[in-house]
């Protein structure tokens, strides 16, 4: 085997496997597995047995975790959710989910005040701070705060953020569960399955009902202290609502980083996006993305 690197910015790397003069024998092992990736190819493109799929089991992941991480989802279509808190979602937009979050779980009954916005992308690729998956959740979320004066709490459920997106949320005001896995529907055959898994190591997993990971960072993280304000008394949800309805109008400036772009052009906006925010935040920044 032969180690290639490709000229990225960050380098992909690749094992290659010599011909030594034999390409017939080299051809007859990449086609078994050219048919195997084609066969989870199939199965990615049926919204059935994936991306539907996906939005399911966040949602049975949110709704298992509810209780203790005092949220409340009402009754809806997930993935086609045109109203949020009773305010429709402005031009025309459609979020996959949305619920209540509570602003104390001291008190009983408890008051749910703040609308969770979020956004369900069961992706095998990692998601970072310029991935328009999630600008689309921003600018959707943007949208309600500026349209409709309510502040929102916007959350990227998705199979992996990378860490640029999870430095970026620090700073701008959401959040992102992750799966750490793609999941697919079990009527998929276990064996068909099993051998996708083998031959290519691809995370990927037939899973049906709540997500462990996604349930134990709903329990800890809304409500942990926030980081920059030890002895606060706060819950890190509440800062972070508070820093994206000031972020909003601004995020909506660069609403075409939702867009599928060149990477030059991706690059220039994104630059100008980092900028923007060091002019506008009233608070210490991470930076990181």
């Given at each position: 085997m032969v180690l290639d690197e490709t000229a990225h910015t960050a380098p992909v790397r690749t094992l290659r496997e010599p011909t030594n003069g034999d390409k017939t024998r080299v051809e007859r092992?990449?086609?078994?597995?050219?048919?195997?990736?084609?066969?989870?190819?199939?199965?990615?493109?049926?919204?059935?047995?994936?991306?539907?799929?996906?939005?399911?089991?966040?949602?049975?992941?949110?709704?298992?975790?509810?209780?203790?991480?005092?949220?409340?989802?009402?009754?809806?279509?997930?993935g086609n959710v045109t109203r949020v808190a009773g305010k429709l979602v402005p031009e025309g937009h459609t979020v996959d989910?949305?619920?209540?979050?509570?602003?104390?779980?001291?008190?009983?009954?408890?008051?749910?005040?703040?609308?969770?916005?979020?956004?369900?992308?069961?992706?095998?690729r990692w998601l970072y701070a310029d991935a328009p998956e999630l600008w689309q959740l921003l600018v959707k979320a943007a949208l309600l705060v500026t349209e409709h004066d309510i502040a929102v709490l916007p959350i990227l459920a998705c199979s992996w953020s990378g860490p640029t997106a999870r430095s970026m949320a620090y700073d701008?005001?959401?959040?992102?569960?992750?799966?750490?896995?793609?999941?697919?529907?079990?009527?998929?055959d276990e064996t068909a399955f099993d051998e996708v898994v083998e031959e290519t190591g691809l995370p990927i997993a037939r899973h049906d009902g709540p997500v462990d990971h996604i349930g134990s960072w709903?329990?800890?993280?809304?409500?942990?202290?926030?980081?920059n304000h030890p002895g606060s008394g706060l819950e890190w949800w509440s800062v972070q609502v508070e820093r994206f309805r000031l972020l909003a109008p601004h995020i909506l400036e660069f609403k075409v980083l939702a867009e599928q772009l060149s990477t030059?052009?991706?690059?220039?906006?994104?630059?100008?996006?980092?900028?923007?925010?060091?002019?506008?935040?009233?608070?210490?920044?991470r930076h990181g993305w």
């Open positions: 092992r990449r086609g078994p597995k050219r048919k195997l990736y084609r066969r989870y190819i199939s199965w990615t493109q049926d919204e059935h047995l994936c991306g539907k799929h996906g939005e399911k089991v966040v949602e049975a992941s949110f709704r298992a975790a509810s209780g203790a991480a005092g949220l409340w989802l009402p009754a809806q279509t997930v989910m949305w619920g209540w979050l509570a602003d104390d779980l001291r008190g009983y009954p408890p008051r749910f005040t703040t609308p969770v916005v979020v956004e369900i992308k069961n992706k095998q701008v005001g959401y959040f992102t569960a992750q799966m750490h896995v793609q999941v697919f529907s079990p009527e998929i709903l329990r800890t993280e809304l409500r942990k202290e926030p980081p030059d052009h991706k690059r220039a906006a994104f630059g100008a996006w980092r900028n923007r925010l060091d002019e506008v935040a009233q608070w210490e920044l």
